[in-house]
């Protein structure tokens, strides 16, 4: 491919995944830290009156920008990295096509471990620690035989799948029953079904604090390209989600209701 029609489709891609992540990403912040502290204020009338018309219309949005953050992500994955020549170092006898075709295989079947592992845990923190030593596996054995900076974006990847799949497969068929339940229209969502929709919002919320690093990580060599730059990553990881732990805090407490 001419290398101007290539630079061209990056720009397009990188635009488009940029403006759908941003929608994304932010409807799942004003869901965890705005509009899950409102909703306990309202009344039966008042929800009857507001979620109705505020929850259709917000996860139209939401969901519509996981979709089309996941598809311009998968887009500059095979556009940057396989045909780009970014997805192992030049030493190594594995191809670019054949090293991102394990890397999409690992991405789903780390989708499929985690929502199995979530539907059967029973404790959060034990949830937490099993899903960061399994993270931690899977970005070491990308280690294996990517190069650094695929290594982090594949990371990233595994981020992405999980939380567009929580989205369509999880949050929004739960969010429809609840929905309806409210309106009238449909039974009273089942304690299980409002459970899932939640904890599911809430791991989407703390994957994207990491995941926006990885998204720009591209732009620091010394990071991705260091020794060992796994564990570099794991501790971002980390450092991400205690960070949007304080977020939640700062969302619960009574200071962002003042005036």
């Not at 690992?106 to 592992?117: C, E, K, N, R, T």
């Not at 039974?187 to 989407?204: C, E, F, Q, T, Y």
């Not at 690093?213 to 796994?230: C, D, E, K, L, R």
Request: include cysteine; glycine fraction near 10%.
């Amino acid at each position: 491919m001419d290398p101007r029609v290539t630079e061209w489709f990056n720009l397009i891609f990188r635009w488009a995944h940029l403006a759908a992540g941003v929608m994304w990403i932010g409807h799942l912040w004003f869901f965890n830290f705005v509009n899950s502290q409102l909703a306990k204020t309202y009344d039966p009338d008042s929800k009857k009156k507001v979620l109705p018309e505020l929850m259709p219309r917000a996860l139209y949005w939401f969901r519509w920008g996981a979709a089309y953050t996941f598809i311009t992500g998968i887009l500059l994955l095979l556009l940057v990295y396989w045909h780009g020549g970014l997805m192992v170092e030049p030493d190594r006898s594995l191809g670019q096509a054949g090293a991102g075709a394990i890397g999409l295989v690992m991405i789903i079947v780390g989708f499929a471990i985690y929502d199995v592992l979530w539907k059967n845990m029973k404790n959060e923190t034990t949830g937490m620690i099993v899903s960061f030593v399994l993270t931690a596996v899977f970005a070491f054995a990308c280690s294996l035989f990517m190069s650094g900076r695929a290594t982090f974006i594949h990371v990233g990847g595994l981020f992405g799948t999980v939380m567009a799949a929580n989205v369509w497969m999880r949050i929004w068929p739960a969010q429809r029953k609840i929905i309806a339940g409210v309106k009238g229209t449909g039974p009273a969502a089942d304690p299980a079904v409002v459970a899932i929709a939640g904890l599911r919002s809430k791991h989407n919320t703390y994957m994207s604090m990491p995941l926006m690093f990885i998204m720009v990580s591209n732009h620091f060599p010394t990071v991705y390209g260091a020794q060992q730059g796994w564990i570099i990553l794991m501790v971002l990881i980390a450092i991400g989600w205690f960070v949007t732990k304080l977020l939640y805090g700062k969302a619960a407490s009574p200071e962002p209701a003042k005036f």
